[in-house]
């Protein structure tokens, strides 16, 4: 069984830093693409970074600059480095990852980051 833990979120003020950490198990192929997605209160499910298993990257118009994504192949997990928060990055942050294989796609639970002005 596939199993994605989030952790690392947690309550900051504005201009703070947070590293996000995300670890995959249970995989019986290898990752494709490993993300992160973040919703806020009353808002849609939105991306925020993306990185493909050949280093591409991808990233939203309200992160560029302040977020950086990774990876470790060989562990199957994925970081969010998260500096110059502000409180709008405040949400509930998800990992998501799709296997190369047959494209299956799998969720974290979610782990909240808070940003205080």
């Known amino acids: 069984q596939v199993q994605l833990v989030e952790s690392g979120g947690g309550l900051v003020q504005a201009g703070g830093s947070l590293r996000l950490s995300c670890a995959a198990s249970g995989l019986t192929f290898s990752i494709d693409v490993m993300g992160w997605y973040r919703q806020a209160p009353g808002k849609q499910r939105e991306l925020v970074a993306l990185?493909?298993?050949?280093?591409?990257?991808n990233y939203a118009d309200s992160v560029k600059g302040r977020f950086t994504i990774s990876r470790n192949n060989v562990e199957n997990t994925v970081f969010l480095q998260m500096n110059s928060l502000k409180p709008e990055d405040t949400a509930v942050y998800y990992c998501?990852?799709?296997?190369?294989?047959?494209?299956?796609?799998?969720w974290g639970q979610g782990t909240q980051v808070t940003v205080s002005s």
């Open positions: 990185i493909s298993s050949d280093g591409r990257l």
């Open positions: 998501k990852l799709r296997t190369s294989r047959y494209r299956d796609e799998y």
